[in-house]
């Protein structure tokens, strides 16, 4: 992009772009908060990581999205290297730790669901925190070991290529990594979800009516938590799936039309994730409703 050239269809892009981010930042920010205040939703493990990825969106959105957005309208900031490496950390950090929960998430219900009697033993409050802190340790690892501070030179291409030259060492093993990563990651969520669903049917079928019903209410958080959490993770199989075709076809070939709709596609998969669960969950919307209208009440001004 030339650096003195606004046009207009970098306008709409930009706008677009930013759009999009603060619609999911919000989302995002709403549903972490929603589940932090209320401890009686946040001991419950599938909650806890569902709060974690929120905040690997919001890190996701602010660099793929409001970022990008930005530069569109002042391609300028382009120049800032210290800006580039800002955002790409919080590339790095937010893609892989996305999905790494959105793993994690899935292996919750498939315990919550099918090995009950270890599913709270397995995801202790210190196994959770060991967890998560871990995931975000390896994140950190990763940005430094990834993230260089000259990367981006054409913002709307290579600032996901990471410019990375796959002639160099360092720009093949990154680009290795960040194909067997996506491969790796959608597939695993994929096939624990596949097999928590045939578990589910087949447990269905097998159990009496009257038990069906007394394991119905029981269990009615933990299926519904489950169909939410196979619906993010779907988004998240499908973008992995188009990333990866997109390593076979080779970015330099694709022509600016197809990036953008392949990263609003991206930018759409961690915006709207939040939003099914507030709106699919109603102990999680009865909850965003109570500390909205906490936020609101004078007395608490």
């Known amino acids: 992009m030339d650096n003195g050239e606004v046009t207009h269809s970098h306008l709409i892009i930009g706008i677009i772009y930013i759009l999009i981010s603060l619609f999911g930042i919000l989302g995002n920010l709403v549903c972490f908060v ?11 493990p599938t909650y806890f990581f569902i709060a974690n990825q929120c905040l ?3 890190l996701c959105l602010l660099a793929i999205g409001i970022y990008v957005g930005v530069v569109e309208f ?8 210290n800006l580039h490496r800002l955002m790409s950390c919080c590339l790095i950090t937010g893609w892989y ?6 793993l994690i998430l899935a292996v919750t219900r498939l315990y919550a669901l099918k090995y009950r009697h270890l599913y709270l033993e397995v995801f202790s409050q210190n196994r959770q925190l060991w967890l998560a802190s871990f ?7 990763l940005m430094l070991i990834f993230e260089t501070g000259d990367q981006v030179d054409d913002v709307f291409r290579d600032l996901y290529t990471l410019g990375i030259l796959k002639s160099t060492f360092r720009g093949l093993v ?17 096939i624990i979800n596949l097999v928590t669903g045939i578990f589910v049917r087949s447990s269905l079928k097998k159990t009496p009516t009257t038990v069906l019903r007394r394991r119905t209410r029981t269990n009615q958080l933990e299926l519904k938590l489950y169909f939410q959490c196979t619906i993010t993770t779907s988004f998240l199989i499908i973008i992995c799936y188009v990333y990866l075709s997109v390593f076979f076809v080779d970015y330099e070939n694709l022509s600016n039309i197809l990036f953008l709709i392949f990263h609003i596609c991206w930018l759409l998969y961690h915006a709207v994730c939040p939003y099914v669960y507030l709106f699919t969950n109603g102990d999680l919307k009865n909850m965003m409703v109570k500390v909205l209208c906490h936020q609101n009440d004078p007395q608490n001004v």
């Open 56 to 58: 690997s969106d919001v």
């Open 97 to 102: 730790s996305s999905g790494y929960f959105s």
């Open 174 to 190: 990154v680009f290795c990594f960040n194909f067997l990563h996506d491969l790796v990651v959608s597939n695993s969520v994929l």
């Open 34 to 44: 929603t589940i932090y205040t209320q401890r009686n939703i946040r001991d419950n």
């Open 74 to 81: 002042w391609p300028r900031l382009s120049d800032y290297s």
């Open 135 to 141: 995931v975000w340790l390896f994140m950190i690892l």
